[in-house]
């Protein structure tokens, strides 16, 4: 099988790892997106602001590959601040239909102690899988 590194038009490149992978039989594997921009910034230390630019990231990327939002099969979240997630619901359900919109693809949600990133405050990663001309 093989496969094609996915890397949004304009973003900061990646080091060490790559924010999408795209297999030839039109699986899309999006590496965690954190709340930092394009250029690998934080423009806000507030969960729902980062959770909001972490999901345009995982969509950018999907965007990226030639796919949309309804491509996306599974999101895998990764929170270091279980009760301010539970707290903001509502919020996380607006930003989210903001972004991606009624589709619910089938989720995980994991608390950790700590992400790689210290302003980082939480981490998704992504699966889509596109359609193929075959």
Same mark, same amino acid.
């Given at each position: 099988?093989?496969?094609?590194? %996915? =890397?949004?038009?304009?973003?900061?490149? $990646?080091?060490?790892?790559? +924010?999408?992978?795209?297999?030839?039989?039109? /699986?899309?594997? %999006?590496?965690? =997106?954190?709340?930092? /921009? !394009?250029?690998? !910034?934080?423009?806000?230390?507030?969960?729902?602001?980062?959770?909001?630019? *972490?999901?345009? +990231?995982?969509?950018?990327? %999907? =965007?990226a590959a030639g796919g949309q939002?309804?491509?996306?099969?599974?999101?895998?979240?990764?929170?270091?601040?279980?009760?301010?997630?539970? *707290?903001?619901?509502?919020?996380?359900?607006?930003?989210?239909?903001? %972004?991606?919109?009624?589709?619910?693809? $089938?989720?995980?949600?994991?608390?950790? *102690?700590?992400?790689?990133?210290?302003?980082?405050?939480?981490?998704?990663?992504?699966? $889509?899988?596109?359609? /193929?001309?075959?």
């Amino acid at each position: 099988m093989t496969h094609t590194v %996915v =890397q949004p038009k304009g973003w900061a490149p $990646a080091k060490g790892y790559a +924010n999408g992978m795209l297999t030839s039989d039109g /699986t899309l594997y %999006v590496g965690g =997106q954190i709340g930092w /921009t !394009a250029q690998q !910034a934080f423009e806000t230390h507030d969960f729902i602001g980062q959770m909001e630019q *972490a999901l345009r +990231n995982i969509l950018d990327v %999907v =965007q990226a590959a030639g796919g949309q939002a309804e491509d996306i099969t599974r999101l895998t979240w990764f929170v270091i601040n279980k009760k301010e997630y539970v *707290a903001r619901q509502r919020e996380v359900g607006e930003v989210y239909r903001r %972004v991606l919109g009624r589709h619910f693809p $089938a989720m995980s949600m994991l608390v950790v *102690a700590g992400l790689v990133e210290d302003d980082a405050l939480l981490e998704i990663e992504a699966t $889509a899988h596109l359609k /193929t001309s075959d």
